[in-house]
């Protein structure tokens, strides 16, 4: 059973700074591509980052060069650095998984992504 689990959400000024944090299940490491989705109020959930098996990443343009994907197999832990953060960055962020994707597709495949965390709230003040 995959189990995912976020923690690391809060409330921050613009241009402050989280890290977010995933827990995984062990197995997930070896044949999974991870990554993270964001879901603001009215909004279709939108890729973020993701990361492959072999630690290559991919990230949507608009979070490029100010968010971060990492994973740390030894604690079994997904983590999504977020830094310059804007007020459009508010969202619902969730932590997911699918063997099925490369980075590249999984981005894009919200709707199809099996597992999923659930959830943690970012908001960014002006």
């Known amino acids: 059973q995959v189990q995912l689990v976020e923690s690391g959400g809060g409330s921050v000024q613009a241009g402050g700074t989280l890290t977010l944090s995933c827990a995984a299940s062990e197995y997930i490491y070896s044949s999974y591509c991870m990554g993270w989705f964001r879901q603001a109020p009215g909004k279709e959930r939108e890729g973020v980052a993701a990361?492959?098996?072999?630690?290559?990443?991919t990230y949507a343009d608009s979070v490029k060069g100010r968010f971060t994907v990492s994973k740390d197999n030894a604690k079994n832990t997904l983590y999504l650095q977020l830094n310059s953060l804007k007020p459009e960055d508010t969202a619902m962020y969730y932590c997911?998984?699918?063997?099925?994707?490369?980075?590249?597709?999984?981005?894009?495949?919200?709707?199809?992504?099996?597992?999923w965390g659930q959830g943690t709230q970012v908001t960014v003040s002006s």
């Open positions: 997911a998984a699918d063997r099925d994707y490369s980075r590249y597709a999984f981005i894009r495949s919200a709707r199809k992504i099996s597992y």
């Open positions: 990361i492959d098996t072999d630690g290559s990443t």
